[in-house]
């Protein structure tokens, strides 16, 4: 079982609805978890982390976090044609070192005009 | 300020040649990481320091060897590359989690 799973997709969303996407971990004493977007041809861009469960809001982004459920989830409304990239969820989990990430390997977001 | 940049943009190699992929960030970061993706395989960590003077081996550092220059750089080493680290290579700097990356290195070995 990989540690961070996402749907690799590609996920297709019309041009104003709300893209959900979804990231599942398997090490229960994950404290930290980020979302990273990224560009075709380009570097991860950090764009979201989240500590506490809950939703945790920026602009058209939300972040949910559910540890009881080991699942976090991006929230991206209003979608936009420039939303269109692939979003990598990655985790700290509790072993390892103390700043080493565990990457998904991204869902691939179509935002259709 | 330019964050955290790499040298070269793209670089092809042949088989058993060797090659040092640079980094350099400028946001005082104490960790500095390499990584390798891979098309359907996400981003996997090759090495990474701690903080200047240490470096720890990430989940795939066979082939591959780094150095830890100064706190500001942070370079990788194939000694003698092989058609499977054909790649992209991606270093990245952090303060505290949140992991910031550089533009990326395009990597074809023949």
């Known amino acids: 079982q990989k540690e961070v799973e996402q749907n690799s997709g590609p996920l297709s969303v019309p041009e104003g609805a709300i893209a959900s996407l979804n990231c599942t971990y398997s090490d229960r004493g994950s404290q930290s978890f980020f979302w990273y977007r990224q560009y075709s041809g380009k570097s991860p861009e950090l764009i979201m982390f989240?500590?506490?469960?809950g939703d945790k809001e920026d602009g058209r982004f939300t972040a949910q976090l559910n540890k009881a459920s080991q699942y976090v989830s991006l929230l991206i409304r209003d979608s936009q044609p420039s939303d269109s990239a692939t979003y990598l969820c990655?985790?700290?989990?509790?072993?390892?070192?103390?700043?080493?990430?565990?990457f998904g390997s991204g869902t691939q977001l179509t935002v259709l005009p | 300020n330019a964050g955290v940049t790499q040298t070269p943009k793209f670089q092809v190699l042949k088989t058993g040649q060797s090659m040092t992929l640079q980094c350099a960030q400028d946001?005082?970061?104490?960790?500095m990481y390499w990584y390798r993706q891979d098309p359907g395989m996400g981003l996997r960590l090759i090495y990474y320091?701690?903080?200047?003077?240490?470096?720890d081996k990430g989940e795939v550092p066979n082939g591959y060897n780094v150095s830890r220059l100064n706190k500001r750089e942070f370079s990788l080493r194939l000694e003698s590359a092989a058609p499977s680290q054909t790649s992209v290579y991606f270093c990245?700097?952090?303060?505290?989690?949140?992991?910031?990356f550089g533009p990326g290195t395009r990597l074809t070995v023949t």
């Open positions: 320091s701690a903080s200047e003077g240490t470096t």
């Open positions: 946001m005082n970061h104490n960790s």
């Open positions: 990655a985790v700290k989990s509790s072993s390892g070192s103390a700043r080493q990430l565990t």
């Open positions: 990245a700097g952090a303060g505290g989690y949140e992991q910031y």
């Open positions: 989240i500590y506490s469960n």
